[in-house]
Nanobody
C-alpha cells in the first residue's frame, strides 16, 4: 500500500525559507517520478514541481516558483524534498506529495505552509 507522509510545513515570514519532506513507502521509490502540488483556499490544486527518476535526472517547476523552489530526492531514504526560499504571501497553501503509478495518483495528507508577517 502506497503511503506518502509530508512534514516540514509551518508559519514563516515573507522572504523566509522552509524545507518540506515526503517519506514514501509501499512502492519502489527510485523507479517513479515524484511531485509536489499545492492548494490554496478557494483555488484548485496546482502542480508545483516534479523530479524524475535519478536515471533521467530532470526537474520541472511551475513558473511561479522557478528560481525560488528546488525539488530533490534521496532514494536511499525514500524521501523527496521541496526546498522553498524567498517565500511570498501567495505561496500560502497546503502542500501535497504525489506519485503516479499505473495511471493512479497517490497523495499524502498534506502539510500547511503559511507565509505571513
Amino acid at each position: 500500500q502506497v503511503q506518502l507522509v509530508e512534514s516540514g510545513g509551518g508559519l514563516v515570514q515573507p522572504g523566509g525559507s522552509l524545507r518540506l519532506s515526503c517519506a514514501a513507502s509501499g512502492f519502489t521509490f527510485s523507479m517513479y517520478a515524484m511531485s509536489w502540488y499545492r492548494q490554496a483556499p478557494g483555488r484548485e490544486r496546482e502542480l508545483v514541481a516534479t523530479v524524475t527518476t535519478s536515471t533521467i535526472g530532470r526537474t520541472d517547476y511551475a513558473d511561479s516558483v522557478k528560481g525560488r523552489f528546488t525539488i530533490f530526492r534521496d532514494n536511499a531514504k525514500n524521501t523527496v524534498y521541496l526546498q522553498m526560499n524567498s517565500l511570498k504571501f501567495e505561496d500560502t497553501a497546503v502542500y501535497y506529495c504525489n506519485v503516479w503509478r499505473f495511471g493512479v495518483a497517490s497523495w499524502g495528507q498534506g502539510t500547511q505552509v503559511t507565509v505571513s508577517s
